[in-house]
């Protein structure tokens, strides 16, 4: 590792940078959103941003989910590349008409004729003890539409280089950013660095076990490997980074080695990604499985208010171990 | 699913302004004609996909403009060839206005891969990338914050374009009109607002869905300009759409244009009008506004009968010819099922001029 090469910073940083190095590079990006000017960001990401490029790249918008996620669609169509952020993804279920109604859809519905390279980000996830209407993690959900590509930066890597490869896109990309991870701090090559937002990768590896995650994810899931590991469990973590389309490629290949899959997820369990995932590694790969797949997602409960129930909702690192300890075949 | 590259940066998005000509108040002989062709166009359009509809060569929901036309006529006229449109599920009749052939109209009826959107869209989402048809949405209001999006674009790109946006009275009780209003005022943007007020919603009359029935009020709300018209006077239309757009272009404003009209047929071709009485469709068919700007053109000497007859049968040649080319059509290859999900290919498309 040169570490010479490399720079600290946090995720709330590396998405800033990253749309700074956008509007920087090419003027038809611009940035619309609640109180991304002058309040600097609802989680601090554009701070300075509106100083930086004035109120014509960096827009202030009113309360107005579906106007100016709709408006950002227009733009889009026109000829701009907007980068539109819903504060939460609890209110881009106000929005949810356009992305799902519109920009999903555009481009089939008119024959390839219109596409929509418009980039949506918003923060999503719970455990702040903001109760059940500021905590979902519906980022599954719209995985589940075709026509949407749906990004999960987990590490200060991700959050700052799959943003320009989203505005390159000539498709509608949404990506989600986890809230806790905004003051999560990482390592970032100096130059930044290319990533692409199409595969998955394996940010631990292991023979024992695959744990396949996303987002917030990744981080409970390395603590849990860390747990297994001084009892003598390898897992293997793949960070899926983008859960549509889905990397199946990395998913069996990881499962296909160690021959055990759990997956966790924050999101809920039923009909979820968490679902989806369990059922393709089922398909492919029954045969090769030593035990059945496991799941270990958020509860399903609207997210409660008081501390230590929202924490039992949410998927723990040490959850994980346990559920892992328990598959068959494996002794710790 | 390729990978696609957006190629160099674009450092200036395009400072080039188009100039655009005011448009003229004062149509003579020819245009009106023309005026009057345009609507007759839609009418016998209209009357070909329904009766296409009760022989099966159409299905799905149909959604005919037949006594609306005066509208789509006077305001697209007006338009320029680079202003955007976007438009709802009751759409023929402003996509043939603003250019797209009636072929390619009447074969996405059919579901042809000849069609428009090559038989993915149908009746309701007819789209056009030459003409500038941002296609029709059937989703109520959701086509008002595109058009918003479309002007700041146009405004950012410092052209000189409008995007039109045409809406029934039913998507004034949405949230999107609202919101789209309040955007389009609040940035001053190059918005036309057109409301086609036919009076009802479905079956929904327009003033038990609304406690303000004065649109023009609602617009002023938001600070935006606006008038109502005779949506069955093409010619008052033309004139209300002319002082709109030179308005829009001039001041770099968004109007508000509510036109008073109505349907003929029922709401779709699943809709057995429980909600109206016959005596009130007939009192508004003496409105028609193919015949009655027929005879006024007729009084002013402009047109003989023999005149109004080529018109027609020149409009039914076309008509004939859009039905066979449609018949002719090929099917969309089941292989190209997932075509058009994502891009696949690099895309110029969206590259600003
Ligand atoms: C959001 C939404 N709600 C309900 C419907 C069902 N629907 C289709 S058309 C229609 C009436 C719309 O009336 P209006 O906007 O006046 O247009 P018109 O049909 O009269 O041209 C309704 C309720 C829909 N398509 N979208
Ligand atoms: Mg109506």
Not at chain 2, 54 to 66: A, P
Not at chain 2, 107 to 120: M, N, V
Not at chain 2, 291 to 316: H, M, P
Request: charged share 25%; hydrophobic share 35%.
């Amino acid at each position: 590792m040169k570490e010479l090469k490399q720079q600290k910073m946090t995720y709330r940083q590396a998405v800033r940078e990253a749309m700074r190095e956008a509007m920087i590079k090419d003027d038809r990006v611009f940035l619309m959103g609640e109180d991304v000017g002058l309040y600097g960001g609802c989680f601090n990401v554009s701070e300075g941003m509106l100083e930086e490029f004035g109120s014509e790249r960096v827009i202030d918008t009113p309360l107005s989910e579906s106007g100016f996620t709709g408006a950002g669609i227009g733009a889009a169509m026109g000829g701009m590349r907007p980068i539109v952020e819903i504060m939460t993804v609890n209110f881009s279920l106000l929005a949810s008409d356009q992305i799902i109604n519109t920009a999903a859809i555009q481009l089939y519905m008119s024959g390839g004729q219109f596409n929509v390279p418009l980039v949506i980000r918003m923060a999503t996830g719970g455990g702040k003890q903001l109760a059940a209407q500021h905590s979902r993690s519906l980022e599954g959900w719209y995985a589940h539409i075709p026509g949407l590509k749906v990004l999960t930066p987990a590490t200060v890597e991700d959050a700052r280089g799959m943003l320009w490869p989203a505005l390159e896109d000539p498709d509608p990309v949404l990506i989600f950013e986890n809230t806790t991870l905004y003051n999560y701090e990482g390592y970032m090559p100096d130059n930044g660095s290319i990533v692409d937002i199409s595969t998955a990768k394996v940010r631990r590896n292991g023979a024992d076990v695959s744990i396949i995650t996303y987002g917030i994810g990744l981080h409970k899931s390395l603590e849990a490997a860390g747990i297994l590991a001084e009892e003598g469990i390898e897992a293997e973590v793949v960070d899926l980074r983008v859960l549509r389309p889905l990397d199946n490629e990395t998913i069996f290949k990881s499962v296909s080695k160690t021959h055990r899959a759990v997956i966790v997820d924050e999101g809920w369990r039923s009909g979820g990604i968490s679902a989806e995932l369990s059922s393709r590694i089922t398909e492919k790969l029954f045969y090769e499985l030593d035990c059945p797949v496991e799941r270990v997602c958020g509860a399903e409960v609207p997210a409660p208010y008081a501390r230590h129930l929202e924490q039992a909702s949410l998927p723990q690192p040490e959850k994980i171990a346990e559920t892992i300890k328990q598959m068959g075949g494996l002794h710790g | 699913m390729g990978n696609y590259r957006m190629g160099t940066p674009k450092k200036t998005a395009s400072k080039k302004t188009t100039e655009k000509k005011a448009v003229s108040a004062k149509p003579g002989k020819s245009e009106k004609i023309h005026l009057l062709t345009q609507m007759i166009r839609i009418r016998q359009m209209e009357e070909k996909t329904y009766e296409m509809y009760t022989k099966e060569k159409i299905r799905g929901f149909l959604h005919l403009y037949d006594g609306e036309e005066a509208v789509a006529v006077g305001i697209i006229e007006n338009l320029d060839k680079e202003d955007g449109i976007v438009s709802t599920y009751r759409e023929h009749g402003h996509a043939l206005i603003a250019g797209m052939s009636m072929n390619s109209i009447m074969a996405e009826l059919y579901g042809k891969a000849e069609g428009c959107s090559g038989g993915r869209g149908g009746s309701m989402h007819l789209y056009d990338k030459k003409t500038n048809f941002f296609g029709g949405s059937a989703i109520v209001a959701n086509g008002l914050p595109m058009a918003v999006g479309l002007a700041m674009a146009y405004k950012m790109q410092n052209r000189n374009s409008i995007s039109c946006c045409f809406f029934g009275d039913g998507a004034v009780d949405e949230g999107e009109f609202h919101e789209s209003m309040n955007l389009a005022s609040l940035w001053n943007l190059p918005v036309l607002f057109v409301c086609e007020n036919n009076f009802y919603s479905m079956g929904m009359p327009f003033e038990l869905a609304q406690a303000e029935t004065d649109l023009v009020k609602k617009a002023n709300a938001y600070k935006i300009e606006g008038a109502a018209v005779d949506g069955m006077d093409v010619m008052a239309v033309y004139d209300a759409s002319v002082k709109a757009i030179n308005y829009i272009r001039e001041q770099k404003k968004p109007w508000f244009l509510e036109c008073q009209t109505y349907r003929f047929r029922a709401h779709s071709m699943f809709d057995p009008e429980r909600y109206r009485e016959k005596d009130e469709v007939k009192e508004w068919k003496k409105r028609d506004p193919i015949t009655t700007f027929t005879s006024r053109l007729q009084e002013e000497g402009l047109l003989d009968e023999d005149e109004l007859n080529e018109i027609k049968k020149r409009v039914a040649e076309e008509v004939e010819e859009s039905v066979e080319f449609s018949e002719k059509g090929t099917d969309e290859p089941i292989e190209n099922l997932t075509r058009f999900v994502y891009s696949d290919e690099p895309k110029t498309l969206n590259k600003s001029k």
